[in-house]
């Protein structure tokens, strides 16, 4: 079975820009979470969808943005890059939406840096 | 919202020593405490995790205590090796509605040949 996926794995964007990144759960689960990695910090938490709907927000501006399709796949859209976006964007899926009760299963990521 | 502070940030050890690392956390509401190894480059994966209803829970060299009267959680690594060296994080989940996990800044491990 494949496990999470992310495209793209590497992108350079000038501040200003908007990027998109992509994100395939686990065949089977329905819970999707984004997390920003900041270069030897831990994930930050930035967004859960789970049947479509947003089920959290973590404390990120109003310039990130994401949405979840029907079959899963997962969106994560940031505008107006600044250097501070340049992170590891971690996206993670779980059968279940509430992580007391599921694992997190993480893709590799995708790598932005912002010039 | 839930903070998670963990220590040492980094530790060296002799191969076949044990590893020790110690993580606090602030919501005493949490009880899903997950731990995560990172290589250089990779993505985070889950190693071993506990729940708040039982104190320790072993995997062959891996254990994890917690003690939620004083809300700390361990991760144990006995008879280390080279391939134990990379970056471990706790988390703990949150229980303001967002179903969200906290992570800790993470901790060095070097494994010393």
């Known amino acids: 079975d494949a496990g999470v996926t992310q495209s793209p794995t590497h992108l350079i964007k000038t501040r200003g820009q908007h990027v998109t990144l992509r994100c395939s759960p686990i065949?089977?689960?329905?819970?999707v979470s984004w997390y920003q990695q900041v270069l030897g910090q831990g994930p930050q938490f930035i967004f859960q969808y789970y049947e479509k709907e947003e089920r959290g927000r973590g404390n990120f501006p109003d310039r990130f943005s994401a949405r979840q399709f029907p079959n899963y796949s997962s969106e994560l859209n940031v505008n107006a890059l600044l250097l501070g976006d340049s992170a590891l964007y971690l996206c993670?899926?779980?059968?279940?939406?509430?992580?007391?009760?599921?694992?997190?299963?993480f893709g590799e990521g995708s790598r932005l840096t912002v010039l | 919202g839930e903070n998670v502070e963990q220590h040492p940030s980094t530790l060296s050890v002799q191969e076949g020593d044990s590893a020790v690392i110690k993580c606090t956390y602030s919501?005493?509401?949490?009880?899903?405490f997950p731990w995560y190894k990172q290589e250089l480059g990779k993505r985070p994966q889950l190693i071993i995790d506990?729940?708040?209803?039982?104190g320790e829970k072993k995997d062959q060299r891996i254990a994890v205590t917690l003690n939620k009267t004083a809300k700390h959680f361990s991760l144990h690594i006995t008879e280390t090796q080279p391939e134990d060296s990379a970056v471990y994080f706790c988390?703990?989940?949150?229980?303001?509605?967002?179903?969200?996990?906290?992570f800790g800044k993470g901790n060095q491990v070097v494994v010393i040949p």
């Open positions: 919501d005493s509401a949490s009880n899903y």
């Open positions: 993670a899926s779980s059968s279940q939406p509430d992580p007391n009760t599921g694992e997190l299963f």
């Open positions: 506990i729940r708040s209803n039982v």
């Open positions: 988390a703990a989940s949150s229980a303001e509605g967002n179903n969200r996990l906290a």
């Open positions: 065949s089977g689960h329905k819970s």
